[in-house]
């Protein structure tokens, strides 16, 4: 239980890092200090179709991943529960919780990590 609320409270702490980010304004050949309130956006010319693409292959990548490794995991943990004996299938019940909550966990990440790539996307 101490370990999922370390786990937690670090996801919460990397989530609240990532949402506090602010915005930086840089002119190029410039080396004085920008005053960010007179930006205008004004000869913006960045394209962000290759990061965008990079970041959803990425994030689809992990939500494949960790569905098929959860998959993987309750496969096994079910041959094992059925084939095991009255003590060894209380070991796997006790098993179960943690599994579930990793599974929670890795689906909620890659759920979070959209949302996330989203709203940076539309800022």
Same mark, same amino acid.
Request: hydrophobic content about 50%.
């Given at each position: 239980?101490?370990?999922?609320?370390?786990?937690?409270?670090?996801?919460?702490?990397?989530?609240? &890092?990532?949402?506090?980010?602010?915005?930086?304004?840089?002119? #190029?050949?410039?080396?004085?200090?920008?005053?960010?309130?007179?930006?205008?956006?004004?000869?913006?010319?960045?394209?962000?179709?290759? @990061?965008?693409? @990079? $970041?959803?292959?990425?994030?689809?990548?992990?939500? +494949?991943?960790?569905?098929?490794?959860?998959?993987?995991? @309750?496969?096994? @943990? $079910?041959?094992?529960? &059925?084939?095991?004996?009255? #003590? #060894?299938?209380?070991?796997?019940?006790? +098993?179960?919780?943690?599994?579930?909550?990793?599974?929670?966990?890795?689906?909620?990440?890659?759920?979070?990590?959209?949302?996330?790539?989203?709203?940076?996307? +539309?800022?």
């Amino acid at each position: 239980m101490k370990k999922a609320m370390k786990l937690v409270s670090i996801l919460l702490i990397v989530l609240i &890092m990532v949402s506090l980010v602010t915005p930086v304004f840089a002119a #190029e050949g410039q080396t004085a200090v920008q005053d960010p309130s007179k930006y205008t956006g004004a000869g913006s010319t960045v394209q962000t179709t290759k @990061l965008d693409n @990079l $970041g959803q292959n990425i994030i689809k990548v992990v939500t +494949t991943i960790g569905s098929i490794a959860s998959v993987i995991v @309750l496969v096994v @943990l $079910g041959i094992k529960y &059925m084939m095991g004996s009255a #003590e #060894e299938k209380a070991e796997y019940k006790k +098993t179960l919780m943690p599994y579930v909550i990793g599974a929670v966990f890795v689906f909620a990440a890659s759920t979070i990590a959209s949302v996330i790539f989203n709203f940076a996307n +539309t800022v």
